[in-house]
Structures are given as C-alpha cells and as structure tokens.
C-alpha cells in the first residue's frame, strides 16, 4: 500500500511517499531556516506564506522520485495538530484538494505521533541533507526486534519536551511536560546567548564537542559545575522537564565573565540539559514498569545524546529507540506517511471538513492526564 505523507506544522516543508508504512520510496524536505534564521526564532507568516510557495514543487518532485500518480495512492495523511494555524492549513488544502479530485481517503495525524511513529521507517539509504532527497531499503530496522504497545515516547524537538505512554495508535498518554521551554528551544536560546548561529542545536553540540575533544576524557574537565543541575529536587513521580532556569543561569553566567571558555560552556549545558533527560527517562521507566522508550525530534540528531541514550541498554537494561537516520529526527513528510498507513490500516479516515488545530491531542482517544 503506498501513502503520502505531508509535513508544513512548523518550518520545514515536506512530503514523502512511504510504502506499507515502512519504505520511503520519496521524502522531499524544503527547510526554511533561511528565511527564519535572521529573527533567531520561526515566524508564523513568513513561515505559512513560504508553505504556499514550495508546497507544490515538493509534491512534484516527491512524487517524481517514488514514480507514482496521485491517483495510485491508496491515502494521503497530513499533520492536522498541533503546529503553526497557518502553516497547518497549507498542508491540509492540499490534503483537501487530492483527496477531492482523486477521492484519495485522507487520513489526519498528530505530528507528535508521528515523530514517535517514525522509527518504524527503514533508514533512507540516501539520508543526505544537502540533497534533500532519500530512497528507502526493504528492511525492517528497529535493533532488528518487534515494536509493541505499550512503550512510552519522547519527545523532544524545538516546541515540545514530553514523556508519553504510547498504548496504542492515536492513543497517547501523557507523563510529562515541559513546564516552560522545550529542549531545543533552550538550545537555540542558549546559542544566541552564546553568540552562535540559530537554530542553535548543532551549533552548541560543536562547541561542545570541541571542548570534549580538548580535555581528552579528563574526568576533572567533565564536571558541570559552573551551570546548575536541572530539577535535581524532583520528586520520584514528578516527570515534568524545565529549561528556562538553566537559559537564564547562562545568561547571567556570560555576562558577568566575559572571557569564559565558550566551548566549555557549551559543554556544561548540553550535559545539564542531558542529565536531566535521562533522569525523567530513568524514572517514567521505574515508575509504568515500561523499559522500551521511543524517541523522535529535531534534538535526537544530538550525537552525545545518542550516545546517553544507548548507554542506558548497559546501565539501566532499557531499550532505547530512536531514528538511525538524523533527517528522520527532523520535521518530515514520511514520518507523517507512516502514522498515516497505520491508521489507514485501522479504518480511520477523515471527510474534506476535517479539523486542524495548533493544540495536540484533538483527535486522539486518550486525554492528557497532567
Ligand atoms: O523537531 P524539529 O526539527 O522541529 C521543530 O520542533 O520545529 O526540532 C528542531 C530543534 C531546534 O530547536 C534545533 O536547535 C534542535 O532541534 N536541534 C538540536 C540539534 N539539531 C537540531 N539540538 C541539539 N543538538 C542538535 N544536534
């Protein structure tokens, strides 16, 4: 069964033709960090206007590389929530407009359970930003295991950090939550205090790394102890994350020391923020009794968090998945296409009239119970 899958909730303009859920035949990804990078943050109208303009191209291209017709697919799935109102409904006309000239079923999906769904996607064989364009392997690849509900899910990406029991699809339950900016939202927060381009993720990991590079696993060198540890007084079922405490620590830390070594800064908060990751992941997993987390979002392209995350096999016996390729971590099309096949699957379809919406949760079954 061949789908398409269509991305526009946030910055990046994308589609994907995903087969039986699992191959990426196309994955098309036009990013605007360009036209946002100047603000040091995503704006709304620049953002829905950019949409318009690419969204047709992409469907072109994308459907070019898969060698398909629209009239060959069997769904069209589109990120319906939450996200930007006007980058949403640039993704959902086009939804509209296939499905009411083809009578292509459309299949509306929550962006978040898309990111948590896109580990079931075979790696693209071509994960190549520069290009933007990827073919995928007839591989099933998660650690080469099956992947059953439940499992919790997290997520952490430029406007969301939390922790979800994924009982089934469109039936997620949230644990935890930001009580204040997401993780990669304090990393590009975090940048501009540090002076580095936005969005910040990538750049404070290479400063970081740098420092790594220079202390050479001195065990001295590694202590975080100019920043602050994140909700170190947490109680045992508190799984709530919060940023904004370490942002201003650093704020405060570089202007009263101008001359302070920016790589090591960098250092100490991707390890604070880690700490506290993994953390939450230690205790949502002791707390549901779950050991396998999914995990998807912009900031899993971190490689030190990578690196966090499959040490807890060893350390703690959980297993952690997440997205092999890092242009799976990011906003994309296929990811969309892949929730869209297994809902498809279970018989849920949505008519021309369906609903978007910058909440998440609109459509799922299970409510938030924080
Ligand atoms: O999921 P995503 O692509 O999109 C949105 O949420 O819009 O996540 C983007 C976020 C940005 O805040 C970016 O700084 C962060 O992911 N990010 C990273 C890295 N790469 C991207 N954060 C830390 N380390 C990285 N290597």
């Not at 303009?53 to 398909?68: D, Q, R, T, V």
């Not at 099956?146 to 979800?164: K, M, V």
């Not at 700490?275 to 002791?286: L, P, Q, S, Y």
């Not at 297994?342 to 409510?367: A, C, Q």
Request: net charge negative; proline share 4%.
């Amino acid at each position: 069964m061949i789908g398409l899958g269509i991305e526009s909730s946030c910055d990046e303009t994308s589609i994907g033709v995903v087969e039986d859920g699992r191959i990426i035949r196309s994955l098309k990804i036009y990013s605007q960090i360009d036209a946002h990078a100047v603000y040091k943050g995503v704006v709304p109208e620049i953002a829905s206007r950019a949409h318009l303009e690419k969204i047709n191209s992409i469907l072109e291209s994308a459907l070019l590389e898969a060698n398909i017709e629209l009239t060959e697919l069997s769904y069209v799935a589109v990120a319906s929530n939450p996200g930007l109102m006007g980058s949403l409904m640039i993704g959902a006309m086009l939804a509209r407009c296939i499905g009411l000239v083809h009578g292509t079923p459309i299949v509306p999906c929550d962006h978040l359970e898309a990111h948590i769904a896109a580990v079931r996607l075979n790696n693209p064989s071509k994960a190549d930003d520069s290009s933007k364009v990827s073919k995928g392997k007839d591989k099933l690849d998660i650690n080469g295991e099956e992947l059953n509900f439940p499992y919790l899910g997290l997520l952490l990406s430029g406007g969301n950090s939390s922790l979800y029991i994924h009982h089934g699809w469109k039936k997620l339950e949230k644990i935890g939550d930001t009580l204040d900016d997401a993780l990669g939202e304090a990393f590009d927060k975090a940048a501009s205090i540090l002076k580095l381009p936005y969005p910040g993720g990538p750049h404070v990991e290479a400063q970081a790394n740098q420092y790594l590079q220079r202390v050479q696993g001195n065990q001295k060198d590694l202590k975080v102890n100019l920043l602050p540890r994140l909700m170190a007084g947490a109680k045992a079922d508190d799984l709530s994350f919060s940023f904004s405490g370490l942002k201003t620590a650093l704020l405060y830390l570089v202007r009263d020391n101008p001359n302070l070594d920016t790589d090591r800064i960098a250092f100490e908060f991707q390890e604070s923020c880690f700490d506290h990751v993994i953390r939450n992941i230690k205790k949502a997993c002791k707390l549901t009794g779950i050991s396998t987390v999914v995990a998807g979002g912009g900031v899993l392209a971190n490689s030190t968090l990578r690196k966090k995350l499959d040490n807890l096999h060893e350390s703690d016996n959980l297993r952690i998945i997440y997205p092999q390729s890092k242009l799976l971590c990011t906003d994309n099309g296929a990811m969309i296409g892949c929730l869209g096949y297994h809902l498809y699957s279970e018989g849920y379809v949505e008519g021309l009239d369906f609903r978007v919406s910058p909440k998440r949760f609109i459509n799922n079954t299970m409510s938030e119970i924080k």
